[in-house]
């Protein structure tokens, strides 16, 4: 497996042919009821997003950050903002102007990282999700004095045409989500990568190598709140149709982070198959309930059996494969790889 | 050694009156040596010596409350790991400092770190500037992997390898720094014969082909006696003996450090 550019291999490069091929051409044109956009494939691809800017964070540079939701918040209000206060600002600005005061918080609640880790990092990064959420609900700016609680979002405009189907949406998300998910991998694969895994895996040794702990941490912590950012902006604008700090809160942040263990540390992909693991996990459970049980079993448990489903995968994950199911998934290819050469 | 390709030079790096404790624990006490160019110092003496923290004072990981540290002339003001790393000085570790789940390779391209100026957005953006730099780096990185014959496991990551090969490659990761001055904390611990002298070879090469400095740390005094040209001896914190292999041999307070002195 020669690299043929960068460090992708002619493999990487027809497996993202292909999904660009299904994601651009075959899902819109084959799937129709738009309960697949707006339940599945809209919240999947902008969790995993999130997924993508804590996997940043906390697989490649190892810092256990855990406010991703926070961001998101951030993120979302600052483009809805946006849109409400800069007269014909373009939807794509926004969105980026977003990504980037959600770095800059990212920046700010990044700070304690250089004095603190491990768990305690945890729980003073645990003050960016309750200070933002907070900050949010104390000023009634933030929500232009609405006073319901919840703010409709406005349409998605872009180039003078309003992108509101879920067919529309979901492709302005493929739009935003296929390169910001090219660059993570670019940025991954290169030497920023490089640098926050040197910290991760032994911090000083990477800065006996010349790698500043203080900007690569801070750099990662930028980024990631920038994935988060844009994520949350495109989550509230997408999915919710609303704005609404609630929705913002502690767990979604801990959804995002078991999207990521469970998806697997340090893996772009795992972004992807975890978010879908965690949306889709619940979907057929109830499917199940109602098809196979036809209802006999109450919603309540349920709801109860996931929780406790997810709760045992993730031990078993920490435990027995932290790589996550990226890994194993990894692991099948090779094995059905293997079958085959066999013959 | 009659010809060599870097005849040694004058004195590059300087330690002077280094003390440091710990609490009320003396690990180094007035210590002063120096290492000239393109040389291989060896450092020496019983456990507890205070070897390892004199690397960590040179190289910026322990602050010594008294004394100052002189590369190429210069006093250098603030020790950091990061200052000694862009001067010019990397190093190993005496209990393998790897990023265990990095491949080897990448982990030797760390080393490239002070090498690549492109920032994250050109990185992220794959612009003509960081993909020359990383082909640049990925060359020579390969260059080193070949050089130290751990090719067939450049793609491993590190933390599945033996004991051995994880020495190779930290050396790898300091060699690939391009560094004038490497600090080499028992690069031959727990090696068996065939290891150490493999590693020996390596280093030696090294020394003749780039003309990098090296300070070790070694137990092994026969490898000591082998490879280096100075030896300096430490023993409680401080200074004991200082001169060539066969001086060192002879000096009266190394043999009573060493053997043991009736009291």
Redesign the interface.
């Given at each position: 497996m020669k690299p043929i550019f960068?460090t992708y291999t002619r493999g990487d490069l027809i497996n993202l042919a292909i999904l660009l091929i299904v994601g651009v051409v075959v899902i819109p044109m084959t799937v129709s009821s738009g309960y697949w956009y707006t339940s599945i494939l809209i919240p999947w691809l902008c969790l995993a997003l999130a997924t993508i800017g804590q996997q940043i964070i906390m697989g490649y540079t190892g810092q256990l950050a855990l406010g991703a939701a926070g961001f998101m918040a951030a993120g979302a209000f600052a483009c809805f903002n946006l849109i409400l206060r800069v007269p014909g600002i373009p939807f794509v600005a926004a969105l980026l102007i977003s990504g980037l005061i959600a770095a800059a918080f990212g920046i700010l609640f990044g700070l304690p990282s250089l004095r603190v880790r491990g768990i305690y990092l945890m729980v003073a990064t645990l003050a960016s999700q309750f200070f933002i959420i907070w900050m949010i609900d104390k000023f009634g700016w933030f929500k232009n004095y609405d006073s319901s609680g919840i703010i409709t979002a406005q349409d998605i405009v872009i180039m003078g045409k309003p992108f509101t189907s879920p067919v529309e949406m979901y492709l302005v998300i493929v739009a935003v989500v296929t390169p910001m998910t090219l660059?993570?991998m670019?940025?991954a694969r290169?030497?920023?990568g490089?640098?926050w895994?040197?910290v991760?895996?032994?911090d000083?040794?990477?800065?006996?190598?010349?790698?500043?702990l203080l900007k690569t941490k801070l750099?990662a912590f930028a980024?990631s709140s920038f994935y988060c950012g844009v994520a949350g902006a495109l989550f509230a604008f997408t999915y919710l149709k609303s704005l609404e700090p609630v929705a913002f809160d502690i767990k979604l942040s801990f959804k995002v982070l078991f999207m990521v263990i469970l998806g697997g540390l340090?893996t772009i992909n795992g972004a992807f198959i975890g978010a879908a693991f965690i949306l889709l996990f619940p979907v057929l459970l109830n499917y199940i309930g109602n098809n196979v049980f036809h209802g006999a079993i109450d919603a309540t448990i349920i709801s109860a059996i996931e929780q406790v489903v997810f709760g045992v995968l993730m031990i078993i994950f920490m435990i027995y494969e932290p790589l996550g199911m990226a890994k194993l998934w990894e692991t099948i290819k090779i094995k059905i790889a293997g079958l085959f050469s066999k013959k | 050694m009659t010809e060599r390709n870097f005849p040694i030079g004058g004195p590059v790096l300087e330690v002077k009156n280094i003390s440091l404790s710990f609490g009320g624990v003396k690990a180094i006490t007035d210590t002063s040596f120096n290492v000239l160019e393109h040389e291989i110092r060896a450092i020496i003496g019983p456990n507890g010596a205070g070897k390892s923290s004199m690397l960590n004072c040179i190289?910026g990981?322990y602050k010594p409350q008294v004394g100052s540290v002189t590369y190429k002339g210069e006093e250098v003001q603030k020790v950091?790991?990061?200052i000694?790393?862009?001067k010019g000085i990397?190093?190993t570790?005496q209990n393998l400092?790897?990023?265990?789940?990095?491949s080897v390779l990448?982990n030797i391209?760390?080393?490239?770190?002070?090498h690549?100026t492109?920032n994250?957005m050109e990185?992220?953006?794959?612009l003509p500037k960081?993909?020359r730099?990383?082909k640049v780096?990925r060359d020579r990185c390969e260059e080193i992997v070949e050089f130290l014959e751990i090719d067939d496991i450049k793609n491993t990551p590190v933390g599945k390898l033996p004991y051995g090969l994880q020495k190779k490659v930290e050396l790898g990761?300091a060699l690939a720094?391009d560094a004038n001055l490497i600090l080499l904390d028992e690069p031959m611990a727990g090696m068996n014969v065939e290891e150490k002298r493999e590693m020996c070879r390596f280093i030696l090469k090294v020394n003749d082909e780039i003309g990098t400095t090296m300070v070790l740390i070694e137990h092994d005094m026969g490898v000591v006696m082998d490879i280096s040209d100075r030896v300096v001896v430490l023993d409680y914190g401080k200074v004991i003996g200082d001169g060539t292999p066969d001086e060192v041999r002879s000096n009266q307070r190394v043999i009573d450090a060493y053997l043991g002195v009736e009291h």
């Open positions: 960068m660059i993570a670019n940025m290169g030497s920023t490089r640098n895994m040197s991760r895996d032994m000083i040794a990477a800065e006996s190598m010349g790698v500043s750099q980024i340090g | 190289n990981i950091t790991p990061n000694m790393a862009q990397s190093r570790f400092a790897l990023f265990k789940r990095m990448d391209l760390v080393g490239r770190k002070l690549t492109s994250f990185v992220a953006l794959q960081a993909k730099e990383e780096n990761r720094t």
